[in-house]
């Protein structure tokens, strides 16, 4: 069975800093575009960050650029997502996701990822 595991979200103060870890397991995605998303309270999902296969190249949302950052280690099939600077609008369910393949065209849309972590919640307190 292939999942997908987050954790280390919980409650910060703004300003404050997280790290997320996603592992997968059933399968390895060393081939794979790696995505976080998120969706908040009354929202759509929305994408965050994605990182190719080889870890080489990232994307990020506006709202997030230059203080969250995306790493992957294929060795141990896991994405971590660092995340600083929190501010109240971060506040929000946290969920990795595996690309159908490498592709990296389509790497913001939410209908190219085909497995999805449970997600974890970050909550971000003023």
């Known amino acids: 069975q292939v999942q997908l595991v987050e954790s280390g979200g919980g409650l910060v103060q703004v300003g404050g800093s997280l790290r997320l870890s996603c592992t997968a397991s059933g399968r390895t995605f060393s081939s794979n575009t790696m995505g976080w998303f998120r969706q908040a309270q009354g929202k759509e999902r929305e994408f965050v960050a994605a990182i190719k296969w080889s870890g080489d190249d990232t994307d990020y949302a506006d709202s997030v650029k230059g203080r969250f950052a995306i790493s992957r280690d294929n060795a141990k099939n896991t994405v971590d997502f660092q995340m600083n600077s929190l501010k109240p609008e971060d506040t929000a369910v946290y969920y990795c996701?595996?690309?159908?393949?490498?592709?990296?065209?389509?790497?913001?849309?939410?209908?190219?990822?085909?497995?999805w972590g449970q997600g974890t919640q970050v909550t971000v307190s003023s």
């Open positions: 996701a595996a690309g159908r393949n490498s592709g990296w065209y389509a790497r913001r849309a939410l209908t190219f990822y085909n497995y």
